[in-house]
């Protein structure tokens, strides 16, 4: 009997959601130890708390979801990038019955994909508090030592 593409696809992704699972724990074991920032609005008075450091959800989540959770935070220039990652990878899927002869197209998406994830792992949280600080919100009174290193972190004056 012949494979069909939703076959390959599930073995595919078996692998990745493995590591995602993985991550997920180790960011319910890691997020209590990370120094926590509060930012707040100055016209309505909404608080919004933020992560200094890595950021594990965007890590494991955004290439799945089309960058969903970035267009939440309000990064739409990067839940853009993360929306055509994963509509050119289900184009090749797609049209090419479940693979490809060429290797370049087979694996160049996974691995920008991959790349991108790990930036937005390790900048997420710096371009949220950046969109935050541009968009009518400051810092809330909470522990001064966090301001301090969320701002030499962020590259913030």
């Not at 180790?26 to 209590?32: S, T, V, W």
């Not at 990067?78 to 290797?103: A, H, Q």
Request: hydrophobic residues 45%; glycine residues 8%.
């Amino acid at each position: 009997m012949e494979n069909s593409i939703f076959q390959s696809s599930i073995y595919a992704f078996l692998p990745i959601f493995i590591l995602a699972i993985g991550g997920l724990l180790i960011y319910l074991l890691y997020a209590r130890k990370r120094p926590l920032v509060y930012f707040k609005n100055k016209k309505t008075g909404q608080i919004e708390s933020l992560y200094i450091g890595f950021n594990f959800f965007l890590f494991f989540w955004c290439i799945w979801l089309f960058g969903l959770f970035l267009y939440l935070r309000g990064l739409k220039k990067w839940g853009i990038v993360f929306t055509v990652i994963d509509l050119v990878y289900i184009f090749i899927r797609v049209y090419s019955k479940g693979g490809t002869e060429d290797p370049f197209l087979k694996y160049l998406v996974p691995i920008v994909g991959c790349i991108c994830s790990i930036y937005i792992g390790i900048k997420g949280n710096e371009l949220t508090g950046r969109h935050l600080l541009n968009n009518e919100y400051e810092f809330a009174d909470n522990e001064k030592n966090n301001i301090e290193l969320a701002k030499k972190k962020w590259h913030i004056e």
